[in-house]
């Protein structure tokens, strides 16, 4: 599904110059699900985001199902990211002035007919355990609602990759599970690919499988569940 080789990414150039991503190679199998756990700043997020495409690489290569992601031109990676990428965020990321429903519906107004994407969403909402609270704005939900209006909106296009950076980093505990074995669940009905970062070692050891992040690099692998 991912094939990340040698891949470099620094910030800034000459003296400003901060290396960030120190020639990460990495494969994803279609249907794993693996966790990334590192300390803050190590790189985490700017790695999940030039997989997703939303951030150039400074060398090296990353292909998604085959095609080289690092050659691709914007409206090339914005195609894919709809047809094959869910991206699930620590701040939700919902639009505060759409309702639940609305935003769930976001992805997919310039693809679909209205009636066909309200249908959609309302089905992705309904699975994840909102629906009497699709009409409901994003500050009227709590945070664990509002982190699952944002896995429908990821889910609502069936994507085969998810990829969710400190999704429970603003809930707490309780909220933190659900959302977790909401992935899980997803993970099993759908068989889609999650790429998760976490600070969280519990969360981490759910996976399929845990990187080890430290400073741009990969330092380790953890193998927990031969699939
Ligand atoms: N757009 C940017 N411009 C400059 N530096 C950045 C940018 N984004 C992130 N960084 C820096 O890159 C490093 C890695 O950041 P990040 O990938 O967000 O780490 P993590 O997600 O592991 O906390 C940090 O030192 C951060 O300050
Ligand atoms: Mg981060």
């Given at each position: 599904m991912?094939?990340?080789?040698?891949?470099?990414?620094?910030?800034?150039?000459?003296?400003?110059?901060?290396?960030?991503?120190?020639?990460?190679?990495?494969?994803v199998?279609?249907?794993?699900?693996?966790t990334?756990?590192g300390?803050?700043?190590?790189?985490?997020?700017?790695?999940?985001?030039?997989?997703?495409?939303?951030e150039e690489?400074?060398?090296?290569?990353?292909?998604?199902d085959?095609?080289p992601?690092?050659?691709l031109?914007?409206?090339?990676l914005?195609?894919i990211?709809?047809?094959?990428?869910?991206?699930?965020?620590?701040?939700?990321?919902?639009?505060?002035?759409?309702?639940?429903?609305e935003?769930?519906?976001?992805?997919?107004?310039?693809f679909?007919?209205k009636?066909?994407?309200?249908?959609?969403?309302?089905?992705?909402?309904?699975?994840?355990?909102?629906?009497?609270?699709?009409?409901?704005?994003?500050?009227?939900?709590?945070?664990?609602e509002?982190?699952?209006?944002a896995?429908?909106?990821?889910l609502?296009t069936?994507?085969?990759l998810?990829?969710?950076?400190?999704?429970t980093?603003?809930?707490?505990?309780?909220?933190?599970?659900?959302?977790?074995?909401?992935?899980?669940?997803?993970?099993?009905?759908?068989?889609?690919?999650i790429v998760?970062?976490?600070?969280d070692?519990e969360?981490a050891?759910?996976a399929?499988?845990?990187?080890?992040?430290?400073d741009?690099?990969?330092?380790?692998?953890?193998?927990?569940?031969v699939?």
């Open positions: 991912i094939r990340i080789e040698k891949v470099c990414k620094a910030y800034g150039n000459g003296e400003e110059k901060l290396e960030v991503l120190k020639d990460i190679s990495l494969t199998d279609a249907g794993e699900f693996i990334i756990i300390p803050s700043g190590s790189g985490k997020s700017t790695l999940l985001h030039t997989v997703g495409g939303l690489i400074s060398s090296g290569q990353i292909f998604l085959n095609e992601i690092h050659q031109k914007d409206s090339q914005a195609k990211r709809l047809k094959k990428i869910g991206f699930i965020f620590q701040q939700f990321q919902l639009l505060s002035s759409a309702t639940a429903l935003n769930v519906m976001m992805p997919m107004l310039n679909f007919g009636k066909d994407t309200r249908k959609k969403a309302e089905k992705a909402l309904t699975r994840v355990g909102l629906s009497h609270r699709m009409n409901h704005l994003p500050s009227k939900l709590s945070g664990g509002q982190q699952r209006v896995i429908a909106r990821a609502v069936n994507p085969k998810i990829l969710a950076d400190e999704p980093g603003n809930l707490d505990s309780t909220n933190g599970e659900n959302i977790i074995s909401l992935l899980e669940r997803i993970h099993q009905e759908d068989g889609v690919t998760l970062i976490t600070h070692k969360i050891y759910r399929d499988r845990v990187i080890h992040f430290l741009g690099k990969i330092v380790g692998e953890e193998v927990l569940k699939r």
